[in-house]
């Protein structure tokens, strides 16, 4: 009798966890459940088809949406080398995060899948970032009751939690979260891609977003959107204490211009779109989408200029290495006219210059130091 009834509990035991081992991968008519686009990416996984039709197998119901998202749109490599645990443990934790922020459920549809699901960016390597990320990010966002005043929240806390810094030293440019963490150092991309899934791990859209070349002077910058009742700017590890839609870039974004690829801003999207990003590390790469944000950014110029930009980088000259420093530009003919500001140390990013405004074809004085350490005198155009 004993033996009988051990035989019972042990069948007992099967039967009922039979359910919880796979979920049905077909419908009604006895198909899959996937969509013929999803079917279209299968096709090109190769050998690795096996993984992806095993996460699209083993995802709840209710996740089903987000899983043939990411297939759908994934890049080629990807769509060769993930396994079904990384992509399974993603769309979890990025549906979960949804129901454990106030925001959660007035945050759009296609924002969740086009700004929030995605494991990756652009380029960098696939960490799994997400658990980590939610970890660390959560307890900081958990007094705030918007998408904005979260992120603020975590830009202003998170690279200082994280011992990161921006440096011309990182190894990559476009280095993945968790590539930062483990050398405390970033550019401007890496940056942006470790802010955009601080944010992303806690249920806020937010999206890499860059130009390829200023308008007016040399070299390229990222920066991040985040969403909360439309799309605002920040820079990454550049907090604004007065709020979003502020940064040193404003004036040279000001300048961008939508006909020009080089000079156009884009935000990067996961969803595939007619658009390509250009990347600047990367320029053969023809899997990253992108939507043209210019418009957003530019604004008209006077038909006629009135004033000369100058801009000012000092430098160590034994060391160099760029030096935070008073500097002070006097009238050449008002000495007691004089307007002043602080040179970019190592800690800004390349491309942030002092700036200033002054009349075109004058004679001033610059100044560098206090004390005085060197004097230059030049003339505008």
């Not at 002070?328 to 602080?342: F, I, M």
Request: hydrophobic share 40%; proline share 6%.
């Amino acid at each position: 009798m004993k033996s009988m009834s051990r035989l019972l509990v042990l069948g007992w035991f099967l039967v009922g966890a039979l359910p919880a081992l796979a979920q049905p991968a077909t419908g009604p008519d006895g198909k899959p459940w996937w969509s013929r686009e999803v079917e279209d990416s299968l096709k090109l996984a190769g050998k690795n088809r096996d993984a992806m039709v095993q996460a699209l197998t083993q995802v709840p119901e209710g996740q089903r949406e987000g899983m043939a998202f990411l297939i759908a749109n994934m890049p080629e490599k990807d769509l060769r080398s993930l396994d079904a645990k990384f992509l399974l443990e993603n769309v979890r934790l990025a549906y979960g995060a949804m129901a454990q922020v106030p925001w959660g459920k007035k945050i759009p549809k296609d924002l969740f899948l086009n700004d929030i699901l995605p494991y990756a960016n652009v380029t960098e390597k696939r960490d799994n970032w997400r658990k980590e990320m939610m970890d660390l990010c959560l307890p900081l966002v958990k007094e705030c009751k918007t998408p904005a005043e979260a992120a603020q929240r975590l830009n202003a806390t998170t690279f200082a939690k994280l011992k990161v810094r921006y440096s011309t030293k990182r190894n990559r440019p476009d280095q993945s979260p968790l590539e930062s963490i483990s050398t405390g150092m970033a550019s401007c991309t890496g940056l942006s891609i470790l802010l955009v899934d601080a944010c992303r791990s806690v249920g806020i859209p937010a999206r890499v977003v860059g130009i390829p070349q200023w308008a007016n002077k040399p070299g390229n910058h990222t920066w991040v959107e985040i969403w909360d009742q439309g799309w605002h700017f920040t820079g990454a590890c550049e907090q604004d204490p007065s709020g979003l839609d502020r940064g040193w870039f404003v004036g040279d974004a000001a300048l961008a211009k939508k006909d020009s690829k080089e000079h156009s801003i884009y935000a990067a999207s996961f969803r595939r779109t007619g658009v390509l990003f250009p990347l600047v590390w990367a320029p053969g790469n023809q899997e990253v989408y992108a939507e043209n944000v210019t418009e957003r950014y530019a604004k008209p110029q006077p038909a006629k200029a009135t004033t000369t930009r100058v801009m000012v980088r000092v430098w160590d000259a034994g060391r160099r290495t760029r030096l935070a420093v008073p500097v002070s530009v006097v009238d050449g003919s008002a000495s007691d006219k004089v307007q002043r500001g602080t040179s970019r140390g190592e800690s800004a990013d390349t491309n942030d210059l002092l700036t200033f405004e002054l009349a075109r074809n004058h004679a001033y004085t610059l100044r560098v130091g206090e004390p005085v350490r060197a004097i230059k005198e030049f003339r505008t155009s």
